[in-house]
């Protein structure tokens, strides 16, 4: 049966897309179906957000579906198989037009607007968010944030390893520490240990395969760092050790290869490219990476170890303060992406990363402000549907429907949850200053999803129970800046104006259902599904 609903999600979708001649690409993330598209005239956004399966959608540097954790991959491998399926029969889905220009007739938001019944509907502010989103995709274009984008597309693909290891590794360390079943404890271990202890192989495959490479010669070059061999080679008067360097040593020696590799193709003549060029790609790039670049990444990789214990032993109150307030903007400006080696550095150096428990305490805040927003607007029911649809993400870490579809358009609530987020962050950091370390063994969730995987220097119970107390700080937080701080009386006045369709009698000086001003006609979102993401 649900193999069923997937298909049905994936069979729908693919011609509000355009259908499979439209789609370049597909991949998916934690929680959204990332698509190439080949025309966006001929996707159907507001059609797309109506789906019940859909959370909302993000235009980047890909189309983006939110379907949220698990429904996302499950509904993927469907999708895939439908655009496989159409390519291979004439059967192509009616949305797709033989000229390549979009279907014929009316789509969702070409239509007249429906009678207004709010002053300002959950449709306005999703169209606030989605100009916000465009100037933000704009902004972000840049070539720094884009070779972050990069970067983050390499470890991505990794994510779900990672968690699925990382909750391994903690059922094992409760049955070490209860004592229970030994025998089991070493299988477990193998389980846990055995991605991580070859996740430098991975980032180099995908290093190369993003940047243009081939992709088995950056996992081959790679594959030096955490080969048992290196403890026989000396470089810069020292013994090297196998897994030196770690994931950026990987990311810097599949970046040569490419290069090398590049280099070749260019020089090398075709009769003899298929001996020459990956001969040449492994030995010029793994030289250099034995003697050079294992040992400068393995000190970075040390350093920033380092470093994350340095600041929230010595000023972690502060220094979780600023970066749970600053999350959610470093987000709008893709810089978050700049984070993710430095998580998983950390994974590998420590066990744990100790910045995305922190880091968490944004998503916390964002659900306090929404909490605030339903109680504030009691008479805007299209803003909580929005909101009362979007809240079990928005506790599960998927925070996009609740930022674009809700407090970012509004403005003030978005500030008022990244105040939430530095409180829940300053929290968490203040514990890491007095000795109790708390961290994640994974990227990827966050929220209540992070449960599973939260790990520190104490005893589980401690650790969860300061996690679970900084979720609840940012919560509340979040839920009393937005309430009483997050709006003007003039929005109060505007966004409360009209009450719901219910026959009640509207306030004085209001204007009745159908007589207030027009919405844009242009509306991407819907009242019954959170919009903007």
Excluded at 323 to 338: K, S, Y
Excluded at 371 to 382: D, F, H, K, Q
Aim: with cysteine.
């Amino acid at each position: 049966m649900s193999e069923d609903k997937n298909r049905a999600t994936a069979a729908a979708i693919l011609p509000l897309v355009g259908g499979a001649r439209n789609v370049t690409s597909i991949a998916h993330c934690m929680t959204r179906l990332r698509l190439g598209i080949k025309h966006r005239s001929m996707v159907q956004d507001e059609a797309l957000k109506a789906l019940p399966a859909v959370m909302g959608v993000v235009e980047d540097d890909t189309y983006q579906i939110v379907l949220g954790p698990g429904t996302v991959a499950r509904v993927t491998p469907e999708f895939e198989r439908l655009v496989e399926e159409a390519r291979a029969t004439a059967g192509e889905p009616a949305a797709v037009t033989p000229d390549g220009a979009a279907p014929a007739g009316p789509r969702p938001g070409d239509s007249p607007a429906p009678p207004h019944t709010t002053a300002t509907s959950a449709e306005e502010l999703a169209a606030q968010g989605a100009a916000l989103k465009a100037r933000r995709k704009a902004k972000n274009a840049t070539p720094v944030k884009l070779f972050l984008r990069r970067i983050a597309n390499i470890f991505v693909p990794l994510i779900p390893a990672l968690i699925g290891c990382g909750i391994v590794a903690g059922i094992n360390g409760l049955l070490t520490n209860l004592g229970w079943l030994p025998s089991v404890v070493p299988a477990l271990a193998a389980m846990a240990s055995g991605f991580m202890s070859l996740i430098a192989v991975f980032v180099g495959y995908n290093t190369a395969k993003e940047f243009g490479g081939t992709a088995i010669l950056g996992g081959a070059v790679a594959a030096i760092i955490v080969f048992p061999g290196v403890a026989n080679i000396t470089a810069f008067g020292q013994k090297l050790s196998p897994g030196q360097g770690g994931v950026l040593g990987a990311l810097a020696a599949a970046l040569l290869a490419v290069q090398v590799e590049k280099w070749c193709r260019r020089w090398v003549p075709e009769a003899l490219d298929v001996l020459v060029t990956p001969t040449l790609t492994v030995l010029l790039s793994g030289l250099v990476t034995i003697f050079g670049l294992m040992y400068v990444a393995g000190a970075v990789s040390t350093a920033i170890g380092t470093f994350a214990t340095w600041l929230l032993a010595t000023g972690g109150a502060f220094a979780g303060f600023v970066l749970g307030g600053l999350f959610l903007p470093l987000v709008m400006l893709g810089l978050h992406q700049a984070l993710i080696p430095i998580h998983t550095t950390l994974i590998q150096e420590q066990g744990y990363t100790v910045l995305l428990p922190i880091l968490a305490m944004a998503g916390a805040g964002q659900v306090g402000a929404a909490l605030a927003v339903y109680l504030r607007l009691p008479r805007n029911g299209s803003v909580r549907k929005t909101i009362k649809s979007a809240l079990p993400a928005g506790f599960l870490g998927v925070g996009e429907p609740l930022i674009y579809g809700v407090s970012l358009p509004l403005g003030r609530p978005f500030i008022t949850a990244c105040v939430g987020g530095a409180f829940g962050g300053g929290f968490v950091g203040l514990f890491n200053q007095l000795g109790d370390a708390v961290g994640s063994t994974a990227i990827g969730p966050s929220g209540w999803a992070l449960f599973p995987l939260v790990k520190g220097n104490q005893a589980i119970g401690t650790t969860i129970a300061i996690y679970a107390v900084g979720l609840l700080v940012g919560y509340v937080i979040g839920f009393l800046a937005t309430y009483f701080f997050g709006f003007s009386k003039q929005m109060l006045t505007d966004l409360n104006a009209t009450p719901e369709p219910t026959g009640a009698t509207p306030p004085s000086g209001s204007p009745a259902p159908g007589h207030g001003p027009a919405p844009a006609s242009d509306r991407p979102g819907t009242d019954s599904q959170p919009a903007g993401v």
